[in-house]
């Protein structure tokens, strides 16, 4: 494993599951795996849980951990041959390449515009960083992958399954505003690797894009996906027909009533959560949300990766 990009593009998606859950339940020290080793941290875009615990996960491995949010830094520019006499003061060729010389691993975090599908698509920014970096990048969630938080799920749902197979839910939430297309994404890229049975329910209109996330079990109507669900995991995202045009359509939040179809399922969410929009505060506090478990579980995910990227270097 050269980068950690995607999870499609991962083959040991597996191994980085058993080995996240086997660092959560041994207590043995993990300090000298990455002993004298640095890992740079960049931040375009706003972080609670990835930026502190993606930091932990790199101190418990033993490494020197240096994170910046790249607003303090120059204006950024992404696209090749250009004139650069405007805004932009900085090629990402040469930040990639002088960071290279400071962090053995680059972690990079980049939401989308959500104003052009096209452009969103491209993903400039973490796959500019992996064409001219010299060490490996670690994918914090981009416009399309949160690999991390795909991750820390299976290792949730893994830990928690009682069957070897069980139902597991993605279901389409409202917002106020349009989010990003990167956590649906891996997840579905995580339940395909996990050989689950997975059903997807959404609106007509927020279909993933099929070339990302393969050929899904979609059920629209959303109480008849949940019937017998295990687990059931609530994300917004955008129109991918209406690109970047919100849908706070209310009638799609998670519920008690809607909660009461499943297999005494299990509620996911990534954080950070509009309570009362996407779930209802009954979902949220009720012994069957595993949310904090799972944002806890984010640590274990940083730790297997950074092991892994440090084992192939
Ligand atoms: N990394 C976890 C989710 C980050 C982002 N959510 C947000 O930006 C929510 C912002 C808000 O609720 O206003 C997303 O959906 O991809
Ligand atoms: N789940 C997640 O990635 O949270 P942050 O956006 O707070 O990092």
Redesign the pocket.
């Known amino acids: 494993m050269k980068d950690y990009y995607s999870i499609a593009k991962t083959s040991n998606f597996k191994s980085l599951v058993e080995q996240g859950l086997m660092m959560k339940q041994e207590a043995s020290d993990f300090s000298g795996i990455g002993k004298d080793k640095t890992l740079v941290i960049i931040f375009f875009s706003?972080?609670?849980?990835?930026?502190i615990s993606t930091h932990k996960a790199g101190l418990k491995l033993g490494m020197h951990v240096i994170s910046m949010n790249a607003g303090d830094g120059y204006q950024m520019e992404f696209d090749l041959g250009s004139i650069m006499n405007g805004n932009t003061a900085e090629h990402i060729k040469e930040a990639a390449k002088v960071l290279s010389q400071f962090g053995d691993m680059i972690a990079i975090r980049a939401f989308p515009g959500l104003q052009s599908k096209e452009d969103d698509l491209k993903d400039q920014v973490l796959k500019g960083f992996i064409k001219y970096a010299t060490v490996p990048i670690i994918n914090l969630?981009s416009c399309l992958h949160?690999p991390l938080?795909g991750l820390a799920d299976a290792i949730t749902i893994e830990g928690n399954k009682k069957t070897a197979k069980p139902k597991v839910v993605l279901s389409w939430a409202p917002h106020p505003k349009a989010l990003p297309l990167a956590v649906p994404i891996s997840f579905a890229q995580a339940m395909n690797a996990m050989d689950y049975d997975f059903v997807v329910t959404h609106p007509q209109g927020h279909e993933l894009p099929p070339e990302l996330v393969g050929d899904l079990n979609i059920e629209y109507d959303q109480r008849k996906a949940f019937e017998n669900a295990d687990f059931v995991y609530a994300k917004s995202w955008s129109s991918t027909q209406y690109y970047g045009i919100p849908n706070p359509d209310l009638s799609w939040i998670v519920d008690a009533e809607k909660m009461a179809f499943t297999n005494n399922g299990k509620f996911m969410h990534?954080?950070?959560i509009r309570r009362n929009v996407v779930a209802s505060d009954s979902v949220l506090d009720s012994e069957n949300a595993l949310i904090y478990e799972q944002?806890g579980n984010r640590v274990f995910a940083a730790q297997s990766v950074l092991h892994s990227l440090i084992e192939h270097s």
């Not at 706003?46 to 930026?51: D, G, K, V």
């Open positions: 706003p972080s609670l849980r990835t930026r969630e949160h938080q990534c954080l950070p944002a």
